[in-house]
Structures are given as structure tokens and as C-alpha cells.
């Protein structure tokens, strides 16, 4: 017999360290990879791969990741949240093994995107199970460790791509997730338990198909308008355009459909619709920082993988110390205050990159990774809680995704939108410096700081002014770029501030909107082989 609704599942918490250790295989793969795009770029040590090329095997990932979150999240619904955990941790594992051998930018490109098939399997069930085996008294705390475990991840990914890097070639990145996916697929076949939502809910094909296409199209217009320094080229504002057509014809589809993977009522009610805005608005900024921060710390401070990965500790450390203290703060304030007080100290990290230079002291870049890490962890457990307790349990699944899609989607325009605002104002700012190069050679050149270095470098000779405006043209396009992001973190601190209830609900929300579902979410005590 399944045990009562309220009592919770007998080894809850020994569920939820399993689903954490899921969920940190594949979320430390975000960033894992920011220290090492600099060595990607790299002939002989790398792949030889162009800026556009960088942003692309960032946004691969979480590209696929963010599109399929949906359909995911309904198929762990129907068909098994432990099932669906344990195929997306295979594919993950293997798609690691092949990128860590990628031969070229564009294999690694699709290697990664196949990476994000199992991450978006992976992700939507971890947060699925907490909610089926957790009662609503304990479910806080339990999505303030769940949230909080998403952070930390985030924020050691570089320090650890920069130990790996300090010893091994740049595929030992991925290669590690093959143990760590190993040891996964084991302790989740021991302990966690098989659940589901409505096992006859349809996966709402053509709405997964329509959001691919729609967020393809538009990262793709977006990298591209990076790439060649405009908006007017027909290559960049025709995919834009038709992203955003898909984009309208899914939100259209959605509206219309039976059983709709993006389910547009929740959006209805404050307390999920805001905390969105604010998991979209954090992972904007985070992603976007640790970007152009990695070239900044490596290309322009001329720091090795370790050194630069290395100040993420403070961004890490404050995730430690502020994602309990989060939970906690939500249950006793609300998450209204803490999602904007959170949005707050992101915003001030960002407007705090502003004031750095070339050679600005080290000790002074640490409080803004802290600031910005402080933040993040402060956002995500308190609107991943106010997600998560807006809902029946029933469509936790459904909600998990939404959930994840948003702050994929904000990860993969954090590094389109921030990165393409990087790429464009450094080439304006340095174009034309570049006329000392022969006149093939600049277009090249100007596409990002490492270019620049390495056509500097082939030209031979006399290099030295070129390479210190290089250097100042960077730092100028980066300065514009983080108060881009400040003014949107800013921006979400006001919805927070104006619709996110002030107090979570005591109890869980009745089902009474989807006729014909029972209340009770069935649970099996024990896990099936």
C-alpha cells in the first residue's frame, strides 16, 4: 500500500541525495565548459573554433535542453519520472563520451545537442519525484535543496573545467561525466521509487516542434547578428523573424490544445508566472556573465583555465552559504523578498563590472562573483518553491519543465543576447584599429579579442598597439554588456517586487481544474527493477 499523501515517502530524503547527484551530473556541464572556450579556439591545442562557433556549442545544449523540457516533463507524467530519469541519464553518458573525442567545432556542436536530449530527460524528473514523494509541509525545504544544488552546480563548473584542463586535454571535460553518470544509473535503480502523473496525457508533438523551431530561428538570428556586426543582413533579421513566427504559432497551439505540453492557465496566477520572470532574468545574467567574464579573466588578464575558473569559488561559496539561508528566509519572509532582494545583488554585481579595467586588483573581481553567486542562490530556491507549490502535484511534471524550460531558455539568450551585444560592440570598437592587418584578413579578425590576437600574432612584427586597443575595445563592449544585464535583473527585481505573493501556501493546491482527475498521486513505496 502507497503510504498517506501527507506522510511522504519512508526514504524521502534518501531520494532526494540521489536526485541531487542526477541533477548535478548534468548541470555542472553548463559551465563547465566557460573556461575552456579559449582553448577551444586553440588549432593546435583546441578545434580551431570561430566565436560564432563558441556561442553555438554553448547554446547547442541548452538549446535541445530548454525545447524538449516539455515534452519531457509530460512523458515522465505518463510514462515513469524513474524511467525517464534513468534513459536520460544514458544518453547523457553517452553523448559525453563522444564529445569528449569531437574531431571538429561543428561534431562537438552536435555532440552537445545530443547531451541536451538527456539533460532535458533527466531535469523535469528530479523535480517531479521531490514533489510525489515529499509532503507539502517538507516540499520547501526539499526544493530549497533541489534549487539550491542547481546553483552550486553552476558556480563550480568552472573551477572544475579548470582543474581538469590544469592536467588533461580539453576533452577530459566531458569524458568525467561518464563515472558520475555511472554511478547515477546505480544509486537511482537502488533507491528511487517508479511515479507518475497521468499516465494517458499525450506528449503534444507538434507544440515540441513549434518550440524547437521557434528558439532555434531565433538564436540563430541572434549569433549571427553577433557574428557579422548588424541587424540589417538579411541572415540575421529573416531567422528572427521566423522564430518569432513559431514562437507566436506555439503560444497559439498551446491555447487550443486538449493537452497542451506548455500549460499558458498556470501563467494566470502570480505566484508562478512572476517566479518564472525571475528564474528566466537570473540565469539570463548568470550565464551571460560567466561568458564574456571567461574571456575577460583568460584573454584580456592573460590568467591559465585554473586561475580564471578559480574566482567561481566565491560565486560557489556563496551559493553554500545562501541556499540554505534561502529556504529558510522564504519560509519565515515569503518569497516576494527574497527572489527580489536576490535580483538585487545580481544586478549590483553586474553594474559593479562597469568600474573594472585591465589591471584592476583580483581581490576587487571576487565580491561581484560572490554578489552574483549570493544572488543566484538566493532566486532560485525561493521562486523554484513558489513554481512548485502554485500547482496540483498532479502535474508536477508539466510544471518541473516549465519551470526548467524558462531558465534554459534564459541560460541560452544569456549567452545569444549578451554575447552578440559583446561581439558587435567590440568589433565596432576596434575596426579600426584592424587596418594594419591585410584587408582579407580583417573581417576574421574583428569577430572577438582571441581573433584579434591571433591575426596580431600570424601579421608578425610590431604588434603592440594593436593588441592594448584589442584589449580596451573588449573591455568597453563588456562594460555595455553587463549593464545590459544589470538593467534586466533590475527589471525583474520590479515584477517580483509588484506580483509575487508575499507568503507560500500551507497546503497543496486542489486539482479541481482538470475534470475527471483523482486528488491522490499514487506513489510506489519501493523501486521496481
Not at 496566477?269 to 520572470?277: E, G, H, N, Q
Not at 513554481?387 to 526548467?404: Q, W
Not at 567590440?426 to 579579442?449: C, F, I, K, Q, W
Amino acid at each position: 500500500m502507497p503510504p498517506p499523501l501527507d506522510s511522504g515517502h519512508p526514504r524521502r530524503w534518501r531520494i532526494l541525495a540521489v536526485l541531487v547527484c542526477c541533477l548535478l551530473s548534468i548541470i555542472l556541464d553548463n559551465t563547465v565548459l566557460n573556461v575552456a572556450l579559449r582553448t577551444l579556439t586553440d588549432p593546435r591545442h583546441g578545434l580551431g573554433a570561430t566565436h560564432s562557433q563558441l556561442e553555438w556549442i554553448l547554446s547547442s545544449y541548452t538549446l535541445v535542453f530548454a525545447a524538449l523540457l516539455f515534452a519531457c516533463g509530460a512523458a515522465a507524467d505518463r510514462f515513469g519520472r524513474r524511467r525517464l530519469l534513468l534513459f536520460g541519464l544514458v544518453v547523457f553518458g553517452l553523448a559525453s563520451l563522444a564529445s569528449a573525442y569531437a574531431d571538429s567545432p561543428l561534431t562537438l556542436i552536435i555532440t552537445r545537442a545530443v547531451m541536451g536530449v538527456g539533460a532535458a530527460a533527466v531535469m523535469p524528473s528530479t523535480l517531479a519525484v521531490i514533489a510525489a514523494v515529499f509532503p507539502m509541509r517538507e516540499r520547501p525545504r526539499a526544493i530549497g535543496v533541489w534549487a539550491g544544488a542547481v546553483g552550486f552546480a553552476l558556480a563550480i563548473g568552472p573551477i572544475t573545467g579548470g582543474l581538469l584542463l590544469s592536467r588533461f586535454w580539453w576533452g577530459s571535460i566531458f569524458l568525467v561525466n561518464v563515472p558520475l553518470v555511472l554511478g547515477c544509473v546505480v544509486a537511482v535503480l537502488l533507491v528511487v521509487p517508479e511515479s507518475r502523473g497521468h499516465p494517458d496525457r499525450g506528449l503534444d508533438l507538434p507544440g515540441v516542434g513549434l518550440s524547437v523551431a521557434g528558439l532555434a530561428a531565433l538564436v540563430y538570428g541572434v549569433i549571427a547578428g553577433g557574428r557579422l556586426g548588424t541587424v540589417t543582413d538579411v541572415r540575421v533579421w529573416a531567422p528572427i523573424l521566423v522564430g518569432v513566427a513559431a514562437l507566436w504559432l506555439f503560444v497559439r497551439h498551446e491555447r487550443r490544445a486538449a493537452q497542451p505540453a506548455f500549460e499558458l492557465s498556470f501563467l494566470r496566477d502570480p505566484a508562478f508566472s512572476a517566479a518564472l520572470v525571475a528564474v528566466g532574468f537570473v540565469s539570463f545574467a548568470m550565464l551571460g556573465f560567466l561568458f564574456f567574464s571567461a574571456f575577460y579573466l583568460q584573454s584580456v588578464r592573460g590568467y591559465s583555465p585554473l586561475r580564471a575558473g578559480s574566482f567561481t569559488l566565491a560565486l560557489a561559496a556563496a551559493n553554500v552559504l545562501v541556499g540554505p539561508l534561502s529556504a529558510v528566509a522564504v519560509r519565515r519572509h515569503g518569497p516576494r523578498a527574497v527572489c527580489t532582494a536576490g535580483l538585487l545583488s545580481v544586478g549590483a554585481a553586474l553594474l559593479g563590472v562597469a568600474l573594472v579595467r585591465q589591471h584592476t586588483p583580483p581581490w576587487a573581481l571576487v565580491p561581484m562573483f560572490a554578489l552574483l553567486g549570493g544572488g543566484m542562490a538566493a532566486v532560485l530556491p525561493a521562486a523554484s518553491m513558489s513554481i512548485m507549490t502554485a500547482i496540483p502535484r498532479e502535474k508536477a511534471g508539466v510544471s518541473s519543465a516549465m519551470n526548467n524550460t524558462v531558465r534554459q531558455v534564459g541560460n541560452v539568450l544569456g549567452v545569444a543576447v549578451l554575447g552578440s551585444v559583446l561581439a558587435s560592440t567590440y568589433r565596432a570598437g576596434v575596426s579600426d584599429e584592424l587596418t594594419v592587418l591585410p584587408a582579407a584578413a580583417r573581417h576574421d579578425a574583428g569577430e572577438s579579442l582571441d581573433a584579434t590576437l591571433a591575426a596580431a600574432l600570424a601579421r608578425g612584427g610590431d604588434t603592440s598597439a594593436l593588441v592594448a586597443a584589442a584589449r580596451a575595445a573588449f573591455i568597453d563592449a563588456m562594460h555595455l554588456t553587463a549593464v545590459l544585464a544589470a538593467l534586466l535583473a533590475l527589471a525583474g527585481a520590479a515584477v517580483t517586487l509588484r506580483w509575487l505573493p508575499r507568503k507560500l501556501p500551507t497546503q497543496d493546491r486542489p486539482s479541481a481544474a482538470i475534470p475527471g482527475r483523482p486528488q491522490r498521486y499514487a506513489v510506489e513505496s519501493s523501486p521496481k527493477p
